[in-house]
């Protein structure tokens, strides 16, 4: 098979073990050798996510659980801190539900700021608000323990973050900062094909989503809730069996053969890289200071064809991504996340050096 290596931000390149598991044989959704595996696997969440909060998990993509924490937990009127396409889709989200929502949308490439958290929140107007951990659109990562420090003055507001393309691959301390709920999805830095998704809710917002009444079906939180907590590691449906032998190997090897620290240390140091590369050959996208540790979006300062370029690189047996939307082209985006190691980059960026014809 001609595959091609994946440097983009989701789907990621998944490691042989993991992909293998997928295909253990299936148990029933009942037995007991389910709510085994099912606590299991939450038990090494609540270590990778630092929290003592019960999990969720979704056999759906994240979108899902975006869906149930913006539905099931806005009792007044949700403001979303967006700094992206991400941000801007959790909007989206609460429009389709029919849930009261704001937006406050930074300029891309920036972050958002604790001045701008406290401007919406003194305002009393808001009980949930949404932010973007890290924003895969404009490579931006935000400083949630800055956030987290407006977040603690206004307890009355539910924070719900989307971890989508960081949990797994920078340090978010749930607890410590004081998140409600925290959402991930299987295919980015979890290094998992793509299909399960997962989320930590906190005891306030499981009080919040008992005061809204119509919080649809699928996702529910309650309901999800209920089947963890009270009927011990369940699923009210049909769970992704496959994700969920494959989570429990790779969170085995996150948690035990690497060890997060290092693992957290191997993401900053391998996004280090990227960006003196990008830097030496174009320009990072984003503002330093904010830019992320599991992708680096690269502002195209020299006018290549980012699509031509993705043509020769197919040819080698590499992928990288466009720019999102409105800045394909005009940027693209290397995705250094889950398992990829520094020799990875190295070997994309010789044949990217060779096929541009760039020099030192
Ligand atoms: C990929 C991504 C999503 C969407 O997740 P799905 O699993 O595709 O539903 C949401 N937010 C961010 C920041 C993402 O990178």
Known sequence: MNHKKLFIPGPVEVDEGVLRKMATPMIGHRSSEWSELQQRVSEKLQTLMYTRNPIILSASSGTGLLEMAIRCTTAKR???FSVGAFGNRWHEIAEGNGVPADKHEAEWGSGTTPEIVERYLSTGKYDLATVTHNETSTGVMNHVEELAEVFRKYPDVLWCVDAVSSLGGAKIEVDKLGIDICVTSSQKALGLPPG????????KAKQRAQRIDKRGYYFDMLLLLQYVVERKFQYPSTP?????????FALDRILNQEGLEARFARHREIAEYVRSW????FALFPKEEYASNTVTCISNTRQISVKDLNGKLAERGFTISNGYGALKEKTFRIAHMAELQKTDLEELFGHIEEILELTG
């Open 196 to 203: 399960l998704s997962l989320a930590s809710v906190s005891e």
């Open 240 to 248: 992704s069996i496959s994700h969920t032998f494959a989570l429990d």
């Open 78 to 80: 949700a403001i979303v």
């Open 278 to 281: 990008a830097k030496r050959h």
